[in-house]
């Protein structure tokens, strides 16, 4: 099993940042490695709600399907990813307020990979998420999503 997190601050608050962070759609934007991410059970996020994605894994696109496991609105969605190298793995995405205006986010993850990448599940936590986009300006929400959220 493997284990990691990672956090950055923001200088935008709480609430702004959990309007990008569930917008499911939009994580190609900032996740290196992501093609794809499609909210596939139509409605508001909730516990249930359905997810696919595209991803790179070792330069070979795969495909993950999985669900919404927990969310808190306002803080923290975790989604349970399957397929490609994944037997299943728990990835949360939160975001807490840390004064006016600023907030952390936190992405974490934990699961069990299969094949020759399971070799790989003890290095992990040190290897990390090695290929950021952190000196990428933040991305402006897509306008098709914020519109379909507010409906």
């Not at 923001?10 to 702004?16: G, R, S």
């Amino acid at each position: 099993m493997f284990t990691f997190s990672e956090s950055r601050d923001m200088a935008q608050p709480a609430a702004t940042v959990w309007e990008y962070l569930i917008a499911f759609e939009q994580v190609p934007l900032w996740e290196h490695g992501v093609n794809e991410v499609r909210q596939v059970t139509l409605g508001e996020p909730v516990v249930g709600t359905g997810i696919t994605a595209r991803r790179v894994y070792a330069g070979r696109e795969t495909h993950l399907e999985g669900e919404i496991r927990d969310i808190v609105p306002g803080r923290s969605a975790t989604l349970a990813l399957r397929g490609g190298p994944h037997v299943e793995s728990l990835v949360t995405y939160a975001v807490e307020p840390l004064g006016e205006g600023q907030s952390r986010v936190t992405y974490s993850a934990k699961g069990r990979l299969r094949g020759p990448l399971r070799l790989l599940q003890p290095i992990l936590p040190a290897v990390g998420r090695a290929s950021r986009r952190a000196s990428r300006p933040a991305p402006r929400r897509r306008p098709r999503i914020a519109e379909s959220r507010s409906r």
